[in-house]
């Protein structure tokens, strides 16, 4: 009879501790839960910012016929132009990625758009070929401060799924180029280059959204002691020297890949206005059809290296290109239209595969990294774009197509990349 009252005692301790258990959690699910809803909305609201970020820079190339006529340029100047461009939003890349790998600034994604409102500002206004200068290098130095922050922002939120969360990255500025030729056509081309200035609002709503996710940020850097989670999941197995010749190997394949996509970003309306007659409307119709093939080829190829290895992606994307580049000075307006999409469909699907194969290679250096295949292999691809414009003057704009169709060819370098381990499917968490 004495016993009873502890035993009852001690029972309802035993509940109320398997109470307070559960509580704990529930709540730590509760909390995990609300972690990967901010974490999906953040990854969606980097690549709409990418969106923005790519519309106000893809405006300056689809503007080139308009400049070109306005200004009386040759295509010496306008290789110039993306040349200015492409170098200063490349070589500030890696080391701005190298500098916030050591030290994240997450509030710099705001004054690097602030750069490109500046930029695009001065565009609409620009009466001399100096200022277009200063205005596309100021729209690339605000780029080469976007990518390697804004890059770093989606691998954080990426859960793991480093591929998929490149593509919805990625693909966010791929529809901004694709809009680039649209908006020309509908709006700068009838109200002229003044009406640049109209789309500083979407440098401002860029900056109001990139702030928010800049808090995010900040506070994920806080929770994890000042330094972003480890990046230690890359291959042991490889000595430094092989490192080094992969990433080299990489550099090589985006350099091929950004070479490409630069001369039919460049000149393609220029080809279709020569070879066909297209009027100038026509032809930035044209480039959007293929601008948009590049943003659907990446949003494939990221979830399928995800899936399949990244090495496999990076292969079949980049050499299985060439038989349809080798065509495509060949064909018919028709089947111009018909490969652009191919090309820019395959093409395209490499360049997640690519960034987080060398994010592997690399950990912990994720902003060097995308300093490096965003901006540097890209600036290079611009200095083949000023080379391009001066073929394209010496000889013909169809030579230039000739010589380009063969730069897949460089994929074959594919085939010394390492295996990297068989990709893991994220876990699912249980009922």
Not at 158 to 183: E, I
Not at 190 to 209: H, K, N, R
Not at 254 to 273: E, N, R
Not at 363 to 372: K, Q, S, Y
Request: aromatic fraction near 10%; charge should be positive; glycine fraction near 10%.
């Amino acid at each position: 009879m004495l016993l009873k009252p502890g035993l009852a005692q001690f029972c309802a301790a035993q509940q109320e501790h398997q109470g307070s258990t559960m509580a704990i959690k529930t709540g730590a699910s509760a909390a995990s839960s609300a972690t990967q809803q901010t974490a999906v909305a953040v990854l969606i609201a980097i690549s709409v910012c990418h969106l923005l970020n790519d519309v106000i820079q893809s405006l300056i190339v689809a503007l080139y016929p308009m400049i070109k006529e306005s200004l009386g340029l040759d295509f010496r100047q306008i290789g110039l132009i993306t040349f200015t461009f492409t170098v200063t939003a490349s070589v500030l890349q890696p080391l701005v990625g190298y500098v916030t790998d050591r030290y994240p600034t997450p509030y710099s994604l705001v004054v690097g758009m602030g750069c490109s409102l500046l930029g695009l500002v001065i565009a609409a206004f620009a009466s001399t070929y100096g200022l277009v200068l200063v205005a596309v290098g100021l729209i690339g130095m605000g780029s080469s401060v976007f990518h390697p922050e804004s890059s770093r922002v989606a691998r954080l939120a990426s859960g793991g799924q480093h591929g998929l969360a490149q593509s919805v990255f990625q693909v966010g500025g791929n529809f901004g180029t694709a809009l680039g030729p649209l908006l020309a056509a509908f709006v700068v081309l009838p109200y002229g280059q003044g009406s640049l200035a109209w789309f500083s609002v979407v440098a401002l709503i860029g900056m109001i959204m990139l702030a928010g996710i800049g808090s995010w940020y900040g506070k994920t850097l806080k929770f994890n002691n000042g330094a972003p989670p480890s990046e230690r999941e890359a291959i042991h197995d490889l000595a430094h020297g092989k490192v080094r010749k992969s990433v080299a190997i990489l550099m090589a394949l985006t350099f091929s890949k950004d070479f490409y996509l630069v001369s039919l970003t460049s000149f393609y309306t220029f080809y279709l206005i020569h070879t066909f007659g297209l009027s100038v409307r026509d032809a930035q119709l044209y480039l959007f059809l293929f601008l948009f093939a590049v943003a659907a080829g990446t949003v494939i190829g990221g979830p399928i290296g995800d899936r399949i290895g990244t090495r496999r992606v990076i292969w079949w994307s980049i050499l299985g290109v060439l038989p349809f580049t080798l065509a495509l000075p060949y064909v018919g307006l028709v089947g111009t239209a018909v490969l652009s999409v191919i090309i820019g469909l395959i093409l395209a699907s490499a360049h997640p595969a690519i960034i987080v194969y060398a994010q592997t290679l690399i950990p912990g250096r994720v902003g060097m990294v995308a300093g490096l295949f965003f901006g540097l292999a890209f600036g290079v691809a611009g200095i083949g774009a000023a080379f391009l414009g001066w073929l394209a003057d010496a000889t013909s704009i169809t030579l230039v197509y000739h010589v380009c169709a063969f730069l897949p060819a460089i994929g074959l370098l594919a085939a010394f990349l390492p295996e990297m381990a068989k990709p893991v499917a994220p876990a699912r968490r249980k009922k």
